[in-house]
């Protein structure tokens, strides 16, 4: 099946450096170019691709508001946005996942890197590391802004729902929340899904956001 890409991004060197990467791969297709946010939504708008890679920081509207509009339009529910930036952990990520993003990478990454983060997106899989979610816990959780309607969605999950998102929100990968609370892999994948699809979640990222936004896990303390 192939893989239809949008690129966004307002250096045209580093579009065809994306673009020349990805079309290594036979089943990958760069479907569209924007060169800055309002582009990168009306593209995404008319050609529907699968993937979206998206610079943060571009003229006019940015890479997250344009990610916001993106992900919350249910015209592009099988589309998923990555975030390109040029920093691991910086002031924006969190915000982009808020805003749906199914997670981001580097523009310093490996190109088989770079393959490999839009297959494992385009297969409805987070790209967020465990490691990588924990180092965004310690620099973001606890920032002013929690979204206080997420409250009421604790409803929505069973117990042991409750459980396994807080256990997601800390980090913690399906084989390690399976050792922790002494299930198998699968129990706990089984559960992961069940609470994205009561919480209407788009993938794993959107799990941590809302295990923060909700108060299910707590800020670290200082």
């Known amino acids: 099946m192939?893989?239809?890409?949008?690129?966004a991004d307002d250096q045209p060197l580093i579009r065809e450096g994306f673009r020349a990467i990805l079309e290594r791969n036979p089943d990958?297709?760069?479907?569209?170019?924007?060169?800055?946010?309002?582009?990168?939504?009306s593209m995404t708008r008319r050609v529907r691709p699968d993937i979206v890679?998206?610079?943060?920081?571009?003229?006019?509207?940015?890479?997250?508001?344009?990610?916001?509009?993106?992900?919350?339009?249910?015209a592009l529910s099988a589309c998923r946005?990555?975030?390109?930036?040029?920093?691991?952990i910086d002031e924006y990520v969190y915000a982009a996942l808020r805003a749906g993003a199914s997670g981001f990478l580097l523009k310093s990454l490996e190109p088989d890197e770079l393959r490999r983060a839009?297959?494992?997106?385009?297969?409805g899989e987070a790209l967020l590391a465990p490691s990588v979610t924990r180092r965004l816990i310690e620099q973001f959780?606890?920032?002013?802004?929690?979204?206080?309607?997420?409250?009421?969605?604790?409803?929505?999950?069973?117990?042991?729902?409750?459980?396994v998102v807080g256990l997601v929100g800390t980090g913690l990968s399906n084989a390690e929340i399976a050792s922790r609370l002494g299930i198998s892999p699968t129990t706990a994948k089984t559960h992961v899904s069940r609470a994205m699809l009561k919480l209407d979640a788009r993938d794993?990222?959107?799990?941590v956001v809302f295990a923060y936004d909700s108060?299910?896990?707590?800020?670290?303390g200082p």
Do not use: N, W
Not at 2 to 7: A, E, G, K, P
Not at 81 to 88: L, S
Not at 143 to 157: E, I, N, W
């Open 204 to 207: 794993r990222a959107q799990l």
């Open 215 to 220: 108060g299910l896990v707590a800020a670290p």
């Open 53 to 74: 890679l998206m610079d943060i920081r571009m003229p006019g509207l940015d890479g997250i508001a344009a990610a916001g509009q993106i992900c919350s339009d249910p």
């Open 118 to 123: 839009v297959a494992v997106v385009a297969a």
């Open 141 to 163: 959780a606890g920032r002013p802004g929690r979204s206080p309607g997420y409250g009421h969605k604790l409803g929505f999950l069973t117990d042991r729902e409750r459980e």
């Open 2 to 7: 192939t893989i239809r890409i949008v690129l």
């Open 28 to 41: 990958f297709r760069v479907v569209g170019e924007a060169a800055d946010g309002v582009e990168a939504v």
């Open 81 to 88: 946005v990555i975030i390109v930036t040029t920093f691991e």
